[in-house]
């Protein structure tokens, strides 16, 4: 595998990752821009080579550009039949992620976008019992995921994620877009509507939004209210918090802190459940496991077509003050 960019303030966890994992071989990081001498630095660290442009002699790339270059990375290597583990979200536009599906398809390729949720074990365990009827019908799922702005992260420049017309959206569009897909896969349903609200919070300095809540329908009459962006302050003791509570005709379950603990409950009995943070690696895994097996990946550019498309019914819904339809 190759990395292709160092933008992505993920790539500070994938890189490690990817040079440890028994299955890989990281042949190179590929990088320019303001952290090409993170790149450079991060190369010689995992004794790997680092190059300016992508290279070949691989059979898959985690790719780390500013989503606004996704389109075209895609178009260099999808060709070339190299997997794609696509760091969110798919893109800044329902054309462009379009095409990316389109252009993985045509060339046969896996291409997979990591959402931390699905990785985690609080999570995982709640979709496990929706899976098997313990909980019921689902009726609720309420999410509250925020976190500090990313401007503090200790070894990369991440402040494009504060540039409009880089990152296309704000704190809202950086977190919940994780949420956005989370709901979708423990529902197990399409939206239908969302009210939402986005604004600039306690940090109107910013060019972008910070924090924003939606309400959102789901087929089958679900509703969920999601709270997410940048709400921690910088002395903050976590850099990112969580919480998802489940309401079922049968159940409920929550989720606090979704690194740590996970609380259970029904009519009989309830449970606390110790947990660690899992994501990125289960994300990875579950990317090499599709190539090697040559398997569909568990999230996979649909699936980021789809959260990417619900996060821009938000942001039309805050925009114009009115409820948005997901037209699909």
Request: charged share 25%; glycine share 10%; proline share 5%.
């Amino acid at each position: 595998m190759g990395i292709v960019g160092f933008d992505h303030p993920h790539v500070l966890r994938y890189a490690p990752m990817l040079a440890a994992h028994p299955q890989v071989s990281l042949e190179w990081i590929a990088a320019d821009g303001v952290n090409r001498a993170a790149a450079e630095a991060m190369a010689a660290r995992l004794g790997t080579r680092f190059i300016q442009e992508p290279g070949g002699g691989i059979d898959a790339a985690y790719v780390a550009t500013r989503p606004r270059r996704h389109l075209d990375v895609v178009r260099s290597l999808a060709g070339d039949g190299v997997h794609l583990f696509l760091d969110k979200p798919i893109a800044l536009s329902m054309e462009d992620g379009r095409v990316i599906v389109e252009l993985a398809d045509r060339a046969g390729i896996h291409l997979m976008v990591p959402f931390n949720p699905r990785g985690q074990l609080g999570p995982r365990a709640v979709k496990e019992r929706i899976d098997r009827g313990e909980l019921g019908e689902v009726l609720l799922v309420h999410v509250v995921k925020t976190g500090k702005v990313p401007l503090t992260i200790p070894g990369i420049d991440a402040g494009w994620l504060t540039n409009p017309t880089e990152a296309g959206f704000g704190g809202f569009g950086d977190i919940g877009i994780h949420a956005l897909d989370a709901l979708r896969w423990l529902i197990g349903r399409e939206a239908v509507r969302v009210y939402a609200r986005i604004h600039a919070g306690v940090r109107p300095e910013l060019a972008v939004d910070s924090i924003g809540t939606a309400t959102i329908e789901w087929e089958g009459g679900a509703i969920s209210t999601l709270t997410a962006g940048w709400a921690n302050p910088d002395g903050y003791p976590f850099f990112l918090d969580a919480r998802f509570e489940v309401v079922g005709s049968k159940g409920a379950a929550r989720v606090d802190h979704p690194y740590q603990e996970l609380q259970l409950a029904d009519a009989t009995r309830s449970e606390l459940l110790a947990a660690a943070r899992t994501d990125a690696i289960w994300n990875l895994d579950a990317f090499v496991r599709s190539v090697l097996r040559d398997e569909s990946p568990p999230i996979t550019g649909e699936d980021g077509l789809r959260a990417l498309e619900l996060l821009l019914a938000c942001y039309r819904s805050a925009e114009t003050g009115e409820e948005t339809a997901i037209t699909g």
